[in-house]
């Protein structure tokens, strides 16, 4: 799916960069998270929102994203073992942790050479 380079919701104007990723992590917000979702075709649960929360939380912290299987365990003790999986993971965002990284308004990775 193709995103615009920018949006604007109710005055506020979110600029992407070619990936799709938030350009300014401090410009995020919950009307953005839900923008995002429905454009992703994702019905937000509390499950989805304890995940946002936790990449939030984690990159505001340590400024570098997390694993998937980090954020995995952290489900597993937030919302139980049995949600504590990647492949639970893949339930709530079926195109992987990126999808989760950019409905949370994280940056996009940069890899240095």
């Given at each position: 799916?193709?995103?615009p380079d920018s949006v604007e919701l109710n005055g506020t104007l979110y600029e992407f960069d070619f990936r799709g990723y938030l350009q300014d992590f401090s410009r995020w917000s ?84």
């Amino acid at each position: 799916m193709t995103l615009p380079d920018s949006v604007e919701l109710n005055g506020t104007l979110y600029e992407f960069d070619f990936r799709g990723y938030l350009q300014d992590f401090s410009r995020w917000s919950p009307q953005l998270m839900d923008w995002y979702a429905e454009r992703e075709k994702i019905e937000l649960t509390v499950e989805h929102r304890k995940v946002i929360d936790f990449l939030r939380i984690f990159f505001a912290e340590k400024k570098v994203h997390p694993v998937a299987r980090s954020v995995a365990e952290e489900m597993g003790e937030t919302l139980g073992r049995e949600k504590g999986t990647v492949k639970y993971l893949h339930t709530l965002f079926p195109t992987g942790i990126h999808q989760a990284y950019k409905i949370a308004g994280l940056p996009r990775i940069l890899l240095s050479v």
